[in-house]
């Protein structure tokens, strides 16, 4: 077989075996560690990272990180609370405050 033509299929293999990796976290506070879940997720197919931020005022109160399907950016107010939910498409790019 060509040379090329294995090198250019052991690339497009590599390419397709990773996958994107999500920081997870279910409950995190505005001035701690996280508390519960810490950890990694693959995100599987139409999969993204997503990390979900709550305000009340303008004080990060608690973060949520995981990977999600169909993710959508979004930002909404309820009782005094804001609530900023992100996604991104990069390793580890949900952890962040």
């Known amino acids: 077989m060509n040379k090329h033509f ?25 001035k701690d560690r996280c508390r519960r879940g810490f950890g990694v997720c693959t995100a599987q197919k139409d999969e993204s990272c997503m990390l979900l931020k709550i305000y009340e005022g303008n004080i990060l109160q608690i973060s949520y ?4 399907k169909f993710c959508e950016d979004i930002t909404f107010d309820i009782r005094n609370r804001t609530y900023i939910h992100e996604c991104c498409n990069y390793d580890n790019c949900n952890f962040k405050l």
């Not at 990180?65 to 999600?68: E, L, V, Y």
């Open 6 to 30: 294995l090198l250019l299929f052991a690339f497009c293999c590599l390419i397709v075996v990773t996958s994107l990796q999500c920081i997870t976290c279910q409950l995190r506070m505005w």
């Open 65 to 68: 990180m995981m990977c999600q």
